[in-house]
């Protein structure tokens, strides 16, 4: 035979816990809230971000940029044996 006056006092007990956990959790809330606002940091959706896009070179850049980076190893070579001998 079930025993109602321990299940109200049981209800009671859990009813006061619940209040209790909930309120913690407004305050962790408000917290971890005022962290975030330190920190400067917003919270975004992964989504949101957009993806970087890698930008196309022609192949007269890509020369040119070849060409000018052998012309400056080049160049440091001929100072790095001019100031050894």
């Known amino acids: ?4 006056r321990k299940l109200v006092k049981d209800i009671n007990l859990l009813s006061a816990a619940l209040e209790g956990l909930e309120a ?3 305050r962790l809330d408000e917290q971890i809230r005022q962290v975030r606002a330190m920190l400067g940091k917003v919270r ?3 989504a949101a971000a957009k993806p970087r896009r890698k930008g196309k070179m022609s192949a007269s850049a890509r020369k040119r940029i070849s060409l000018a980076q052998k012309k400056r ?11 050894e001998a």
Do not use: I, T
């Not at 035979?1 to 109602?4: E, L």
């Not at 190893?73 to 100031?83: H, L, P």
């Open 44 to 46: 975004r959706p992964a």
């Open 73 to 83: 190893w080049a160049r440091f070579r001929k100072e790095k044996s001019g100031a």
């Open 1 to 4: 035979m079930p025993r109602p």
């Open 24 to 26: 913690q959790r407004l």
